[in-house]
C-alpha cells in the first residue's frame, strides 16, 4: 500500500561534485565560476544526450537521473573525458575535476524533485571515487558489466553514512590510476610460483540470518589456520569478504586475487548438529580438485576445521614445516559457548561504530567468564580497548594500560596468537618502547607468514622507530595479501614515503588514502605535512581544512604525541604543519 501523496519510481541516479571547490574559489571566485559554468554546460548536454535528466545544481554539484544504467554510465564516462580534455587548457592549479557516483535505486518523487536512500547512495558512491573518476553500486555494474567496453575494480562492501546496510561499490577505469607513480600494482596481483589459495565466505544454510555470524567464523578459522602455513600464500580475509553473497565466477576471483586456487562451501548450523560441505577449485581451469561433505555434532567443529585444512593441504601437496602442524590445529577454546561468544563478538566489532564495539567487548569478556583460560579472547578484548583509546571513545584515560594488561595476559595464556604479538606491539609503540614493539611484530609474522594486517602494523612500528625503507617494502607486502586493503593501508605507505624522503610517492599515495577514507585523520595531517614542507601553502591548507573539518579542536600540541623514536622527526612534522597553517593550541 502505498502513503498518501507519495510517488516513488526505480531510476539510476547520478552525482557529480566538484574536488577542493573551496580551495579553487578563494583562489580566483570569478575564474572558478566561469569554468564551473562552463563545464555544467558539457555535463547537461551530455546528460542530456544520453536521455538523461539533470534534477537539480546545487553549489557545485549535480544531480540527475536516467531510465538506462548503460546510458547514465555512457554519459559519466564521456563527461570525465571532456572535462578532462578542457583541463589541459587550464594551469594545474586551476584544473577541475569531478568525482562521479552513479546507482540504480528506489526513490521518491516530489514533483521534479527526487529523494530517499536511492539518491543518498549515489552520492556517497561520488565521495569514494578518484578525483577524475566514477565509482558505481554493484547494481549499475550488474547491468552494465558485459554491455560497455569498461574496465572495473571491486571496492568491495562499503559502509557508507547514514545507510543501514554495506553498499557493494566499484571503480570504473578510465585510464592509470595515481596508485601506480605511487609504486602500488594497478592491476590483478602476479600469480606467486607457491600454491596460493583464497577461502571464499561459506553460504550461511542454517535458514535463519541470525546464524551468519557462524559461517563467517567458520570460514575465518579455516583461513586463519592455512595462513599459518609458510609453504602457501592465502589471501586475507578481508580481501575473500569481498565476495560475500555474490555469484562471482570462481576463475575471475582467481584472476582479481592473484591466486591458483579457491576453495568454497556452506554451513548448516540446526540444534547441536552442522554441515559443512567445502569444495576446492582450480582457479584457472574451473576444475573441482576436491569436494566433501560433513555431519558432525557441534562439539566436534574443532576436529572438522582441522580435517577441512588437512584436506586442502594434501591436496595441493604442500609440505608443513616442523611446528606448522600444530599451529594449524591451533584451537582457540575448548568450551562451545564461549566459542560461540567469540565469533558472535569478533563479527559485531566489524561494524566499527562505538556502540558495535561496545556491545563486541560484553560478549568477549562473556567469552572469558566461560573459559578464564580463552587468550584469543584476551587479545581481541585488549584491541577494543586500543581502539577506544585512539577513538577518544571514552573518558577513561587508563584504557591503554587496560589494553597493555589485556594483551599481556593473552601471550602469557598462548604465545602462538599472531593477533596477540601485533596488538602488543602496536601498543608498546604508543607507550615509547619502539625495540619491544618491532620484536613483537616480527614474532606475530614468524607464526603466521600470511598475516596481512601483521606486515602493516610491523610497517608502521619500523616507520615510527626511524626505518621507513623497510615499512615501504612491508606495506606491498600486506598490500599482496590483501589486495582489496583498507584505506589506512595506502596511509601507512604515503607515511613511510614521506619520512623516507620521497615527497611525489606520498603525495599519490596519500591522495589516494583520503579518497578511500575522506575522515582518516592521519592521512590529512601528513598530506598537510607534505604540501607545507613543498611550500604548496594552497594544498596544506586544503589539508588542514580537512583536518579541522573532521577534528575542530585538532592542534599542533596533539601532534607532539604521536610516537616516533627520533625527536628530530617529530620536529620536521610539526614544523611542516605549522608551514601548512596547522593552529598551535
Not at 604465545?415 to 602488543?424: D, G
Request: aromatic share 8%.
Amino acid at each position: 500500500m502505498r502513503a498518501s501523496g507519495v510517488k516513488r519510481k526505480l531510476t539510476v541516479i547520478l552525482v557529480a561534485d566538484v574536488v577542493g571547490f573551496s580551495r579553487l574559489m578563494g583562489v580566483d571566485e570569478e575564474a572558478t565560476l566561469a569554468t564551473l559554468n562552463s563545464y555544467r554546460e558539457i555535463m547537461v548536454g551530455l546528460i542530456a544526450a544520453h536521455d538523461g535528466r539533470v534534477v537539480s545544481t546545487t553549489g557545485d554539484g549535480l544531480l540527475a537521473e536516467f531510465p538506462s544504467a548503460v546510458e547514465a554510465m555512457r554519459s559519466a564516462v564521456e563527461i570525465q573525458e571532456n572535462i578532462k580534455t578542457r583541463n589541459r587548457e587550464l594551469p594545474d592549479d586551476r584544473k577541475m575535476r569531478l568525482r562521479i557516483g552513479v546507482n540504480l535505486g528506489d526513490v521518491m518523487v516530489e514533483g521534479d524533485d527526487l529523494y530517499g536512500d536511492g539518491v543518498n547512495v549515489a552520492a556517497r558512491l561520488e565521495t569514494i571515487a578518484d578525483p577524475g573518476g566514477i565509482c558505481v553500486a554493484g547494481t549499475v555494474y550488474d547491468q552494465v558489466k558485459n554491455k560497455l567496453d569498461l574496465e572495473y575494480k571491486n571496492l568491495g562492501e562499503q559502509k557508507v553514512k547514514n545507510i543501514a546496510d554495506a553498499v557493494r561499490a566499484y571503480a570504473v577505469l578510465l585510464g592509470p590510476p595515481e596508485a601506480v607513480s605511487a609504486g602500488i600494482d594497478s592491476g590483478p596481483p602476479p600469480l606467486p610460483r607457491r600454491p596460493s589459495i583464497a577461502v571464499l565466505p561459506f553460504a550461511n544454510f542454517s535458514g535463519d540470518p541470525e546464524q551468519e555470524y557462524f559461517s563467517d567464523g567458520i570460514t575465518e578459522d579455516i583461513i586463519t589456520g592455512l595462513s599459518k602455513i609458510s609453504g602457501l600464500l592465502v589471501v586475507a580475509r578481508n580481501s575473500s569478504f569481498v565476495y560475500k553473497g555474490k555469484a562471482e565466477n570462481v576463475q575471475q576471483v582467481g584472476q582479481d586475487l592473484g591466486v591458483k586456487h579457491v576453495l568454497e562451501g556452506s554451513v548448516r548450523k540446526v540444534g547441536e548438529r552442522v554441515r559443512i560441505t567445502a569444495q576446492l577449485v582450480d582457479a584457472e581451469t574451473g576444475y573441482h580438485l576436491w569436494a566433501e561433505r560433513y555431519d558432525r555434532e557441534l562439539t566436534d567443529i574443532f576436529e572438522l576445521q582441522d580435517e577441512i585444512t588437512g584436506n586442502i593441504v594434501a591436496a595441493l601437496e604442500v609440505k608443513l614445516t616442523a611446528g606448522e602442524h600444530e599451529q594449524v590445529t591451533h584451537r582457540y577454546t575448548e568450551n562451545m559457548e564461549a566459542y560461540d561468544l567469540f565469533l558472535q563478538a569478533r563479527e559485531c566489532r566489524l561494524i566499527h561504530t562505538r556502540e558495535a564495539m561496545a556491545q563486541a567487548r560484553a560478549m568477549f569478556e562473556q567469552a572469558i567468564a566461560h573459559d578464564p583460560d580463552f587468550a584469543g579472547a584476551y587479545a581481541e578484548l585488549s584491541h577494543l580497548y586500543l581502539i577506544n583509546w585512539h577513538h577518544q571513545w571514552s573518558d577513561a584515560p587508563k584504557d591503554l594500560d587496560h589494553a597493555y594488561e589485556l594483551v599481556k595476559k593473552a601471550v602469557a595464556l598462548d604465545e602462538s596468537l599472531p593477533e596477540a604479538h601485533t596488538y602488543l606491539g602496536w601498543i608498546d609503540v604508543w607507550r615509547g618502547r619502539h625495540a619491544e614493539a618491532v620484536t613483537e611484530a616480527k614474532r606475530a609474522i614468524e607464526i603466521d607468514p600470511n598475516f596481512a594486517e601483521g606486515y602493516a602494523r610491523l610497517a608502521e612500528i619500523l616507520t615510527f622507530a626511524g626505518k621507513p625503507e623497510e615499512g615501504i617494502e612491508l606495506m606491498k607486502k600486506a598490500m599482496r595479501l590483501n589486495p582489496h586493503y583498507f584505506g589506512w593501508y595506502l596511509f601507512a605507505l604515503g607515511h613511510a614515503y614521506y619520512l623516507a624522503g620521497e615527497p611525489g610517492e606520498a603525495t599519490a599515495t596519500l591522495r589516494r588514502a583520503v579518497v578511500r577514507s575522506p575522515n582518516f585523520l592521519p592521512a590529512h595531517l601528513i598530506l598537510a605535512a607534505v604540501h607545507g614542507e613543498a611550500g604548496e601553502i594552497e594544498e596544506a591548507r586544503a589539508a588542514v581544512a580537512e583536518i579541522l573539518r573532521i577534528s575542530p579542536r585538532y592542534c599542533l600540541e596533539l601532534v607532539t604525541r604521536r610516537p616516533y623514536s627520533d625527536e628530530a622527526v617529530l620536529e620536521r612534522l610539526i614544523d611542516a604543519l605549522g608551514k601548512a597553517g596547522l593552529p598551535g593550541i
